[in-house]
């Protein structure tokens, strides 16, 4: 396996981005820019850490205690040929790892894109499709605005897709080195910045650079 991925982020427990206790990997580099996007630090594709593939495989198939990853970013199929990579190498040692993925695009649209995009959309058990549309915003599950949808692509989580459809919230996490950081779908616009501003006049620092979490 020779693939990169250009990674912004990972985390390796978090309950607010998807059924049960996932790590997440948010990637660097976004083709869109959808107005009050929760993420900008992802989008400029010149960003990020380049990382090899085993690489970030192995880190996950190291987490004990989570039932699979939520991709976001950025785009992740903009980068999905090394995300369909990442996800076979990771169930090749741990076959029932489950896997979803945001995007800016359209199920109908990633279905029409090329092989790559097919190819990761083969891999994952559950998609949340469509950019942000700040108007729409809602308190919704695992998503940030109504036109959003929460699409299974296998059976895994139907359970999951039957509760109530409100706010995960968000999770405050602290990593090896002492830093904050957060993770979660803000319950109305600019609640990043308030949330951002107000930690920050109390002395305290978010972090949403690339971090290793090994
Ligand atoms: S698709 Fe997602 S990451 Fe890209 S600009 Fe829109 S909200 Fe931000």
């Known amino acids: 396996m020779t693939g990169l991925l250009s990674v912004a982020r990972t985390l390796d427990r978090c309950t607010v981005l998807g059924p049960g206790t996932r790590a997440v990997v948010w990637v660097q580099g976004c083709p ?3 107005r ?16 090899p593939v085993a690489e970030v495989a192995g880190w996950l198939c190291g987490l004990d205690g989570i039932e699979g990853v939520t991709l976001s ?10 995300l369909a990579e990442l996800l076979d190498a990771v169930r090749a040692e741990r ?20 092989p790559d995009r097919r ?6 058990d559950l998609l949340v499709d469509g950019p942000y549309v ?12 109504a036109n959003q949808r929460l699409i299974p692509l296998t059976d895994r989580y139907a359970h999951a897709l039957a509760g109530p459809d ?8 602290v990593g090896p080195d002492g830093s904050v950081s957060w993770a979660g779908v803000p319950p109305a616009p600019g609640f990043r910045e308030g949330l951002e501003d107000r930690l920050a006049a109390r ?3 978010l972090h949403t650079e690339a971090r290793r979490e090994r």
Not at 73 to 82: I, K, L, T, V
Not at 98 to 111: D, I, P, T, V, W
């Open 32 to 34: 869109l820019r959808c």
């Open 36 to 51: 009050g996007c929760v993420a900008a630090e992802t989008l400029p594709f010149d960003g990020g850490t380049a990382r």
């Open 73 to 82: 970013g950025g785009e992740p199929f903009s980068q999905a040929r090394a």
């Open 95 to 114: 076959p029932d790892f489950g896997a979803m993925a945001y995007s800016g695009f359209r199920h109908e649209a990633l279905r029409r894109g090329g």
């Open 119 to 124: 190819a990761l959309l083969a891999r994952l």
């Open 134 to 145: 700040a108007a729409r915003h809602g308190s919704l599950h695992w998503r940030g605005s």
């Open 166 to 173: 409100t706010t995960a919230g968000i999770e405050l996490s």
């Open 203 to 205: 002395g305290f620092v």
